[in-house]
């Protein structure tokens, strides 16, 4: 992970797809602690989530 990254590309890719496919925020978060042992917060979602809706809105 480059220095002072908070999280990696992978979550955000994952994050997307699981949002694509109907997941909410709450159900991406027990997703992936299930899966693949991590933990990360509905807001940490959420933010991924709007920042791709911003960017194709533009």
Known sequence: MPRYAR???AL???ALSLTG???TSGE???HLAKVYGMTTSKE???T???T???SMAE
Request: proline share 0%.
């Open 7 to 9: 999280r990696t590309g």
């Open 12 to 14: 955000d890719e994952m």
């Open 21 to 23: 496919k109907g997941l």
């Open 28 to 30: 991406i978060v027990a």
């Open 44 to 46: 940490t979602v959420s």
């Open 48 to 50: 991924i989530t709007d």
């Open 52 to 54: 791709a809706l911003e």
